[in-house]
T-cell receptor
Framework: EDQVTQSPEALRLQEGESSSLNCSYTVSGLRGLFWYRQDPGKGPEFLFTLYSAGEEKEKERLKATLTKKESFLHITAPKPEDSATYLCAVKGYGGATNKLIFGTGTLLAVQP | DTGVSQDPRHKITKRGQNVTFRCDPISEHNRLYWYRQTLGQGPEFLTYFQNEAQLEKSRLLSDRFSAERPKGSFSTLEIQRTEQGDSAMYLC???????????????FGPGTRLTVT
């Protein structure tokens, strides 16, 4: 069964203190790994898609990387506006499914 | 294009009542998805449409839930005889078609927050 585990559950950083969020996955053939940002009371906002091990994507202070078993979301010199829940999701080849399997997210708080 | 929209944004209903939510996807997307999210959890898949055809349903979607996409554009999700356990955020997402086996990202709407009292 496809599964996604995110760690840590919560992370508190000082402004400018870089860190990484982890997403471990088990999937029967990876069709895509997705990172989303979710603010309280809102829908998830798409950040990145990664398709194969070794792939990297960057956007402003965020960089996503992918291996065969996990993905990392690196946050460089974060600002308070980066505070949000970061969700990781996978889509596999198993069966005819088109659904995303999500982790429970990492709640990031960046203090000024 | 303003992205995926959902209506209403909030709904409070009494147990046993029926509720209906609407989703308007990004106009050029032919795939539409419904998810449910409870506090502290990631979104859980409910159902998926390609154009007007409902191609996949989760075991979470009991017989009290029904979804339609009559003309392959907007979609509705109806919950009959609501229960307190139905309280959640209901999210709609849309995507373009799969290309050479790769999965295109899904874009989410703002969600409908359902509270069953």
């Amino acid at each position: 069964e496809d599964q996604v585990t995110q760690s840590p559950e919560a992370l508190r950083l000082q402004e400018g203190e870089s860190s990484s969020l982890n997403c471990s996955y088990t999937v029967s053939g990876l069709r895509g790994l997705f990172w989303y940002r979710q603010d309280p009371g809102k829908g998830p906002e798409f950040l990145f898609t990664l398709y194969s091990a070794g792939e990297e994507k960057e956007k402003e202070r965020l960089k996503a990387t992918l291996t065969k078993k996990e993905s990392f979301l690196h946050i460089t010199a974060p600002k308070p506006e980066d505070s949000a829940t970061y969700l990781c999701a996978v889509k596999g080849y198993g069966g005819a499914t088109n659904k995303l399997i999500f982790g429970t997210g990492t709640l990031l708080a960046v203090q000024p | 294009d303003t992205g995926v929209s959902q209506d209403p944004r909030h709904k409070i209903t009494k147990r046993g009542q029926n509720v209906t939510f609407r989703c308007d996807p990004i106009s050029e997307h032919n795939r539409l998805y419904w998810y449910r999210q409870t506090l502290g959890q990631g979104p859980e898949f409910l159902t998926y449409f390609q154009n007007e055809a409902q191609l996949e349903k989760s075991r979470l979607l009991s017989d009290r839930f029904s979804a339609e996409r009559p003309k392959g554009s907007f979609s509705t999700l109806e919950i009959q005889r609501t229960e307190q356990g139905d309280s959640a955020m209901y999210l709609c997402a849309s995507s373009a078609a799969v290309f050479f086996g790769q999965a295109y990202e899904q874009y989410f709407g703002p969600g409908t927050r359902l509270t069953v009292t």
